[in-house]
């Protein structure tokens, strides 16, 4: 739709109002969909032009929008996929509409479009600071930066980059107009897939190529090859002129996702994650809504970029947490995935070794496709599991590495292949206790204990980040060199690992020991290629990356996850270890896993074990559904906090009270109880929970209930359809 100039139009801007306001198309009119700038208040503001003005507000008061911006306008789908997502996890609007425009800089001004990448010659006199801005400009393989971010990622002065530019080592462009993609190739090298491989990628190209809806769950054994299946989906993708969007759960880990991307298409896709320069985003931004990027890699974020032609979402490693985003909009990736591509007309393919019982119960509905890959490729076969009762290991105290596992990793590392030790806790220590007086050191602003980083020398929070010195003294009972590390992190199994191998290489891989993603990345390399004997990490190791002679995985506790009331518990460990476990022999040697447990009968354990997967969802499946637990109820929390304790549970009181508009359609609330993280960062937090039946109209209802309050205080509230945890 085009609106001629002083034509009433609702733009709805990125500022918490809730709804469109209108305004005066400008001179020479606006299209629905622009980007526009608009005053709002003494402010100016970025908006999108939504529609027709509905408002009665009198005309001739109106304010014109002052520009329409130098970008692609919004699709309508876009709207729709934004309006809908706003109803279903009930965030204002303009919360939404921030999601969609983060690509940065869309109003820049002219003059920032300049460039720098880097040039033919070096400089005569090479510095440590110009060797730096070089390096950034090599990493990032041809890319180009503003000024002011080459500078900044170098840690230099932009005087440093300016002088770079007049001995020809770093090159200055004029308005880029930002570069195309290179394009890809469908048929540049199809890999020859096995027999079960090929049949599902059969199937998956129909779907692509039938230009409609549908859903397919991909479920295939660690190893199987799913990547190369859903591969062969985003080929027909590009054949049909659609783009394809891959999301991965660790974007920062995918060197080896895109080797392979480039194998298969003869270039690279294009990758979209927080770790992106503004520049490289606004041109992901710009391309994508030209068509001009046909496949992009991303962080659920990419979700929400301005696709011209959507064709294909791939959701790769479906059940991880890391889709639900936890702050700000709170929405699961894969779900937004499935209500994106309905409205476009695309296929998803929900890859998984391990899927979330969401999905599981989908296929089992029939509402979505299941395609299965029960065997490894090639050679590799499933690694054999053993579980090591520790209550028979008598292990002297702060020792975690019991007899039979420490032989299994001796006889490794003399043969040359690798083995991991799997343990999911950072830091050192979980807990730093005063042996005086028992006093425990928690972090002062949030409800968490601080855990030791002994590699940096401090106590953290894991939970806000806020670190500490190690104090000489209790900070309770004053008593002197009383502090002791009670229990392990993965900084203390590779002290362990170092008493025990002395002549093995060992790796420690955690987060948080890595200045930065590419670090992290550069280091998993390495190792894949054979720069470690022992590798100690936590869940980063877990995620879909191969380490070809890996033929042992140990895990320390593997009923860490399972303690704790959440009846996602089991769930989740199950997924974990059978993740971490399908780490080992993934080359030609058979690989083993083994589980030091203090419950080798739980249940959960003996699923893991026995690798019966179908059996295991079958039991989840049926428990949750005696308890009318999501999948088969719903369930929303709402999450409270404020600084004052007393207040934040008065008023979950109160809502829990006036439940009316919950009643009427048969849902319950529990609560107002302490959320999962009780205190953060000064602020108290409380969660309501609300369970009601499958197809009820829980989202009206939730409406219609929190529209009878008004936050007193510094109250805040958050809605959380689908909580992670119950
Ligand atoms: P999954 O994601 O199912 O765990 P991957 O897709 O990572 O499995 O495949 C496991 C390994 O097998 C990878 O190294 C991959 O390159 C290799 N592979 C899978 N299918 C093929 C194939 N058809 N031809 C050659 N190599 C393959
Ligand atoms: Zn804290």
């Known amino acids: 739709m085009f609106f001629d100039e002083g034509q009433r139009v609702a733009v709805l801007t990125a500022q918490p109002l809730g709804r469109p306001l209108d305004y005066l198309a400008p001179a020479g009119g606006c299209h629905q969909g622009a980007y526009v700038e608009v005053p709002l208040g003494p402010r100016k503001v970025l908006g999108v032009v939504w529609g027709e003005g509905a408002g009665d507000f009198d005309i001739a008061k109106l304010r014109a929008v002052i520009r329409v911006l130098d970008a692609p306008p919004m699709r309508e789908e876009m709207q729709s996929f934004l309006t809908r997502a706003a109803d279903y996890t009930l965030t204002p ?23 720098y ?68 190739d469908a048929d540049h090298a199809g890999k020859r897939l096995a027999e079960d491989q090929d049949a599902a990628a059969a199937r998956l190209r129909e779907g692509a ?188 105290s702060n020792r975690w590495i019991s007899d039979v596992l420490q032989n299994a990793v001796r006889a490794r590392v003399e043969r040359g292949e690798q083995a991991l030790l799997f343990l999911n806790r950072r830091g050192y220590a979980p807990v730093t206790i005063c042996r005086a007086c028992g006093h425990q050191i928690g972090c002062d602003h949030c409800d968490a204990r601080m855990v030791e980083h002994r590699f940096q020398n401090r106590l953290v929070c894991h939970q806000c980040g806020e670190s500490k010195a190690k104090p000489e003294r209790c900070p309770s009972c004053e008593a002197e060199d009383k502090l002791a590390a009670v229990g392990p992190g993965v900084e203390r199994m590779a002290e362990e690992a170092t008493a025990l191998f002395p002549e093995a290489r060992i790796a420690t891989l955690s987060s948080d020991l890595f200045g930065s ?120 929390g709402i999450i409270l906090s404020a600084s004052d304790v007393q207040q934040v549970f008065d008023f979950g009181s109160e809502l829990a009270r ?17 959320a999962p993280i009780a205190r953060i960062r000064g602020r108290h937090r409380v969660r309501l929970l609300v369970k009601a039946a499958k197809g009820a109209p829980l989202q009206a209802a939730l409406t219609a209930w929190l529209a009878q309050f008004k936050l007193p205080g510094d109250v805040r509230l958050a809605v959380d359809i689908d909580p992670q945890s119950f």
């Open 658 to 674: 006036r439940d009316g508009p919950l009643r009427r359609i048969g849902a319950q609330v529990f609560g107002p109880a302490p």
């Open 117 to 184: 990448r880097r040039g033919e010659g070096l400089p005569e006199r090479m510095t440590d600071a110009r060797r730096r801005v070089i390096e950034t400009l090599e990493n990032y393989g041809g890319l180009a930066f503003t000024l002011k971010e080459l500078a900044e990622m170098s840690g230099v002065s932009t005087g440093v980059v300016k002088g770079l530019v007049e001995n020809g080592a770093v090159r200055e462009e004029e308005s880029p107009r930002d570069l195309p993609f290179p394009r890809l």
């Open 93 to 115: 609007m303009p919360a939404m509409l921030r999601l969609a425009t983060r690509a940065p800089g869309l109003g820049l001004p002219p003059s920032m479009r300049r460039i």
């Open 517 to 636: 993603a590419r670090a992290l990345k550069q280091r998993i390399e390495e190792i894949a290629a054979g720069g470690a004997d022992v590798i100690i990490g936590t869940q980063i190791v877990a995620k879909g990356h191969n380490f070809p002679n890996l033929t042992l995985v140990g895990v320390i506790d593997a009923d860490l996850g399972l303690q704790g009331s959440d009846l996602r518990a089991a769930e989740r460990t199950f997924q974990l270890m059978r993740q971490v476990a399908g780490r080992a022999g993934r080359g030609a040697r058979q690989g083993t896993a083994m589980l030091q447990t203090y419950q080798p009968e739980h249940a959960v354990i003996r699923a893991i074990l026995s690798g019966d997967e179908e059996a295991f969802w079958r039991a989840e499946a049926a428990e949750r559904q005696q308890a009318g637990m999501p999948p088969y109820g719903r369930m929303a």
């Open 209 to 396: 190529a039938a230009r409609r809806y549908g859903t397919t769950l991909l479920r295939g054994v660690t190893g199987s090859g799913k990547t190369e299946v859903y591969l062969e989906a985003v080929a027909e993708t590009l054949r049909q002129g659609r783009q394809a969007l891959v999301l991965l759960p660790e974007i920062a880990l995918t060197s080896e996702f895109l080797t392979r991307v480039e194998a298969r298409f003869g270039a690279r896709p294009a990758e979209w994650h927080s770790g992106a320069t503004m520049t490289e985003r606004r041109r992901i931004w710009r391309m994508v809504a030209e068509g001009n990027a046909q496949f992009v890699v991303g962080a659920r974020s990419a979700l929400f970029l301005p696709f011209q032609d959507l064709g294909l979402i791939v959701v790769d490693e479906e059940h991880d947490t890391s889709y639900k985003q936890e702050e700000g909009v709170l929405y699961n990736a894969r779900d937004m995935a499935v209500l994106r591509a309905s409205i476009c007309d695309a296929q998803v393919v929900l890859a998984s070794a391990t899927p979330s019982l969401e999905s599981w119960a989908n296929a089992e509905a029939g509402k979505y496709t299941r395609l299965e890959l029960t065997s490894r490729f090639g050679e590799a076969v499933m690694p054999e599991m053993r579980s090591v009762d520790m209550r028979t290991e008598s292990l002297p």
